[in-house]
């Protein structure tokens, strides 16, 4: 009986070494795999901040040039209101006929323009020497953009 007990008692301890060997395996096999999704995060998480990096200077070098265009775009515009504010002078030096006569010539749009710019005084006799079917068009424009 004795020795039954100690057979049992061995087989117990054998089985256990089993049970704990195949344990420690699967640990092993479960940490392997973990170094490896972790080396896999590792690398993507550094493609990931690369790229972030290069999002970043793509972000800085576009709002540059965003800057540089709105810089030359303004430029261009103080140039264009110069040459009008020039031209309505120009306008605003000749008899009112001649200049209603000459604005009634050029497109709605540089018209308006030129008028806008003109004391509203010799803006209001130009207009008043011009064709009625211009003279109305032109002044429902100039009310239409000073809303």
């Known amino acids: 009986m004795r020795s039954l007990s100690i057979l049992i008692i061995v087989i117990m301890?054998?089985?256990?070494?089993?049970?704990?060997?195949?344990?420690?395996?699967?640990?092993?096999?479960?940490?392997?795999?973990?170094?490896?999704?972790?080396?896999?995060?590792?690398?993507?998480?550094?493609?990931?901040?690369?790229?972030?990096?290069?999002?970043?200077?793509?972000?800085?070098?576009?709002?540059?040039l965003l800057k540089q265009?709105?810089?030359?775009?303004?430029?261009?515009?103080?140039?264009?209101?110069?040459?009008?504010?020039?031209?309505?002078?120009?306008?605003?030096?000749?008899?009112?006929?001649?200049a209603a006569s000459r604005l009634s010539g050029l497109d709605e749009k540089t018209a308006v323009e030129i008028l806008l710019k003109m004391n509203s005084k010799k803006a209001g006799l130009v207009i008043g020497m011009m064709e009625a079917k211009k003279a109305t068009l032109l002044t429902k424009k100039i009310a239409k953009l000073k809303k």
């Open 69 to 98: 265009i709105d810089k030359s775009l303004k430029l261009a515009e103080e140039k264009g209101n110069k040459r009008l504010k020039h031209i309505s002078k120009a306008y605003e030096a000749m008899p009112p006929e001649d």
């Open 13 to 64: 301890m054998v089985l256990n070494a089993y049970a704990e060997d195949d344990i420690f395996i699967k640990v092993e096999e479960q940490s392997k795999e973990l170094a490896q999704k972790e080396e896999i995060i590792k690398q993507e998480m550094a493609r990931l901040e690369a790229l972030k990096k290069e999002v970043e200077t793509d972000i800085v070098k576009y709002t540059d």
